[in-house]
């Protein structure tokens, strides 16, 4: 297994280092009128922490329809809104300030709860006019952070999903979700279920780093092999490809994956839009000083010049020689280590079929 050393230099003395989060900061809410202190230390004495406080929230409707032609799916449903997880470099932290807080520190201890996500859900798919399409759980933060093992709404919505057979595609880094094996195994003996792994690196040094609250690891990989051993199909998110950090594992993360039963791997490119850049090069100054400017150089240098990067083809692989070098050693992995293994399509049928019986007179 890669082995790489990953030196981390925290503040000085003057200041403190939150230690099992990612961000390090807390930008302002770009919606605010006021700014407040950046610091979320600031206040805390030497023995506290910033301790998470989950905020219960009632929407109106869950499923979100997917307009980006980078994503293959048509829907999206969040069950939560901010992810203790605390990865420093995801996309999904812009979306807090819609919230009312900061993508800094916040988004990772601030979370929204839609308790009564599964009633919602339901309600929209048994509609006479809903047609089956894959829906994407989640497509924004993960559906199996930490607090889903006392809540349980992501296995709520998963049982109702089950009961119209309908379409899901999962992603996660929490081996959480092997607890809903007896639910997942039913969907997949349907080809109504695929499950995306997302696996950062296989060095548990950078993945505490980058990751300070996800499944480590080795417990992703035993993930990766449980479900595939039940039958249940798994591609590997390579995601994001952080240069002078991670990209040299392109071929040993393929190795390991396969060898445990995935079927498939993508990956993507870190792009660092919004507060995300201040967040990622406060964190990348503050744990790596050495290669900071190397890493940030090589992330502008597949963006145009930018760290950050929405145009949709390109935000997710990014352009120029780097990102061909990647795409390159993508495509070759697969080739040597996915060859001739495929993910099943969804079977759209069955929900129509729950819903109409008659149709199954055709």
Not at 136 to 164: A, F
Not at 169 to 179: D, E, G, Q
Not at 305 to 334: K, T, W, Y
Request: a positive charge; charged letters at 25%; hydrophobic letters at 35%.
């Amino acid at each position: 297994m890669t082995n790489i050393l990953f030196k981390i230099i925290l503040m000085p003395e003057n200041k403190k280092y939150l230690k099992g989060r990612g961000a390090q900061l807390n930008p302002a809410n770009r919606f605010d009128k006021f700014v407040y202190d950046s610091d979320p230390a600031t206040g805390l004495g030497a023995d506290e922490n910033l301790k998470t406080e989950y905020i219960g929230v009632h929407p109106k409707t869950m499923l979100n329809k997917v307009e980006s032609p980078d994503i293959p799916l048509g829907w999206s449903l969040n069950p939560y809104q901010g992810c203790e997880h605390g990865c420093v470099y995801c996309y999904a932290r812009n979306s807090h300030n819609y919230w009312g807080f900061s993508a800094g520190t916040d988004f990772e201890s601030k979370i929204l709860v839609k308790k009564n996500a599964a009633e919602l859900v339901e309600e929209k798919i048994k509609g006479t006019n809903w047609k089956a399409m894959p829906i994407m759980l989640s497509g924004n933060t993960d559906c199996y952070q930490p607090i889903e093992r006392k809540l349980e709404i992501t296995r709520s919505i998963l049982e109702v999903l089950w009961r119209y057979r309908h379409p899901v595609s999962i992603i996660t880094k929490n081996s959480l979700v092997l607890r809903d094996l007896n639910i997942l195994k039913k969907m997949s003996e349907n080809n109504l279920v695929h499950v995306s792994i997302s696996v950062t690196s296989l060095s548990e040094d950078l993945r505490r780093l980058l990751e300070p609250r996800t499944a480590s690891v080795q417990s992703r990989l035993f993930t990766i092999e449980k479900l595939s051993a039940n039958g249940i199909p798994v591609n590997v998110m390579f995601a994001p490809i952080i240069p002078s950090l991670n990209d040299h594992e392109v071929f040993k993360i393929a190795e390991f994956t396969a060898k445990r039963g995935a079927r498939s791997m993508g990956y993507t490119i870190v792009r660092l839009n919004g507060d995300i850049a201040t967040i990622f090069e406060d964190w990348l100054r503050k744990n790596l000083p050495d290669r900071a400017d190397k890493v940030l150089n090589k992330i502008r240098s597949v963006h145009g010049g930018q760290l950050g990067d929405s145009r949709f083809g390109d935000r997710m692989r990014g352009e120029g020689n780097f990102a061909d070098i990647i795409r390159s050693q993508v495509q070759l992995a697969r080739k040597k280590f996915f060859e001739g293994r495929e993910i099943p399509p969804f079977n759209l049928e069955l929900h129509q079929q729950i819903k109409n019986p008659q149709l199954k007179l055709f």
